[in-house]
């Protein structure tokens, strides 16, 4: 059985936890390259304010200018994975796996489907029903309505079979922040949270170990850590 460290970084700066992913998957590409089987990495984090823009990203979803943006604290920050804008800050669990597909034998569109799941069965614990769009990576709720909302933005990238990015879930997220973008480039649907959904206040610690366990039963993985 593969294993898996668990690092939980706490609040922490994107770009810190952005060299901390670089280092790893260069640690388990070194390891595939010499026929190493080390374990593999999944960083949890909560990040201050900050927006990103995939490496496709069109920067007009970004809808405040430069000085507004300053005065909400945040900052603007283009990265490689795939996917357009979105905003990561408190209250948001972000999830970062540095995993080598070739030693789980799962390819790139069957990663990001697994992904989706762990979190569809993280929010069904607090009774949201969580489901996928058709071309929109992500998890989100009643998605054949006219009230469809994304409750978790997903975008990845994987080189020499080893990840990096993943997804941020909004569990006590302050939504006000959503509102200076177009989330993931789309201009017609909303954004949620756990709080907002459950009307409750969700405990951070208890997603962390519902997003553990998920982890293990979808990918047949082991925490050592």
């Not at 789980?104 to 069965?121: N, S």
């Not at 969580?130 to 990576?137: N, P, Y």
């Not at 200076?180 to 409750?200: A, M, Q, R, W």
Request: glycine share 12%; with cysteine; hydrophobic share 35%.
């Amino acid at each position: 059985m593969q294993t898996v460290e668990n690092n939980d970084l706490g609040l922490v700066g994107y770009r810190e936890a952005w060299r901390q992913q670089e280092n790893l998957l260069e640690k388990l590409a070194a390891e595939k390259q010499a026929g190493v089987c080390g374990p593999h990495y999944l960083l949890m984090t909560e990040h201050p304010h900050v927006y990103t823009i995939g490496k496709n990203g069109n920067q007009a979803n970004m809808l405040a200018d430069s000085i507004r943006l300053k005065s909400t604290g945040a900052e603007l920050i283009r990265v490689d994975r795939g996917g357009d804008i979105t905003y990561h800050g408190p209250g948001q669990l972000v999830v970062y796996p540095v995993f080598r597909l070739d030693l789980l034998g799962t390819g790139i569109k069957e990663y990001i489907r697994k992904l989706e799941e762990i979190v569809i069965r993280t929010v069904g614990e607090y009774g949201v029903e969580g489901s996928r769009m058709d071309g929109a990576a992500g998890v989100w709720i009643d998605v054949h309505s006219p009230k469809a909302r994304k409750i978790c933005a997903i975008g990845v990238r994987c080189s020499r079979s080893v990840t990096m990015h993943g997804f941020a879930l909004n569990v006590g997220t302050d939504l006000k922040y959503f509102s200076y973008i177009h989330p993931c480039g789309f201009t017609d649907k909303g954004v949620t949270s756990l709080n907002t959904e459950t009307g409750k206040i969700t405990d951070m610690n208890e997603v962390k170990l519902s997003i553990r366990r998920h982890f293990e039963e979808i990918f047949g993985i082991r925490f050592i850590s």
